[in-house]
């Protein structure tokens, strides 16, 4: 079993930076891979970004491309997303997944543990 924290959510202005945080129990984080996801009100929940268990494999949709970085901090149990040049259509509550492989994955079914959410709202 995992528990999964996020934090780091917030307002921002369009334009703007957020970086966000997700903190992992147990001692199996450094052997999963972990996925950013995002839940815009009325959407389904989308892909955002994944990385590898060792962080060798990244992947980004193609919609935040060049303006959000993941990454993980395999000693400190935490998986980071990184978002800059913010735009409303990012707005949503942001998740953190955890896979019970290291390879990284676009696929929600692809994870079974989640945390809560954290909001992230982009005014234009």
């Known amino acids: 079993q995992v528990q999964l924290v996020e934090s780091g959510g917030g307002l921002v202005q369009a334009g703007g930076s957020l970086s966000l945080s997700c903190a992992a129990s147990?001692?199996?984080?450094?052997?999963?891979?972990m996925g950013w996801f995002r839940q815009a009100l009325g959407k389904e929940r989308e892909f955002v970004a994944t990385i590898s268990s060792t962080g060798g494999s990244l992947y980004y949709a193609d919609s935040v491309k060049g303006r959000i970085t993941i990454s993980r901090d395999n000693a400190k149990n935490t998986v980071y997303l990184q978002m800059n040049s913010l735009k409303p259509e990012d707005t949503a509550v942001y998740y953190c997944?955890?896979?019970?492989?290291?390879?990284?994955?676009?696929?929600?079914?692809?994870?079974?543990?989640w945390g809560q959410g954290t909001q992230v709202t982009v005014s234009s």
């Open positions: 147990g001692r199996t984080f450094s052997r999963r891979a």
């Open positions: 997944a955890a896979r019970d492989s290291g390879g990284a994955s676009v696929e929600v079914k692809g994870y079974p543990y």
